[in-house]
């Protein structure tokens, strides 16, 4: 399970929405995806995502892996957090 959070100022929010589709496409074609939900707080600004992988491997990739979408999100204004990898234990 990978969980990448960070932070938009809430006026671009609809901005980072448009930028949504190429984003989930992005990470559900590289190898070992078996899901992808993103969420806003738009109040606070805070973002997350969270995905699930076949190996904790897959779930490592480097966010540069997924194209210009993520320079386009960071260019929307967001700042982007480190990912976290986890384990999945239970479901």
Request: proline letters at 4%; one cysteine or more; a negative charge.
């Amino acid at each position: 399970m990978r969980i990448t959070t960070g932070r938009i100022d809430s006026g671009n929010v609809d901005e980072l929405r448009k930028l949504a589709p190429d984003l989930v496409a992005a990470v559900r074609r590289m190898p070992g995806c078996q899901s992808f939900t993103g969420g806003v707080d738009r109040t606070s600004g805070r973002t997350i995502t969270v995905s699930t992988w076949d190996t904790q491997e897959h779930a490592g990739y480097a966010a540069e892996a997924l194209g210009d979408v993520v320079q386009k999100i960071r260019a929307a204004g967001t700042q982007i957090d480190p990912p976290q990898v986890f384990e999945v234990i239970t479901q």
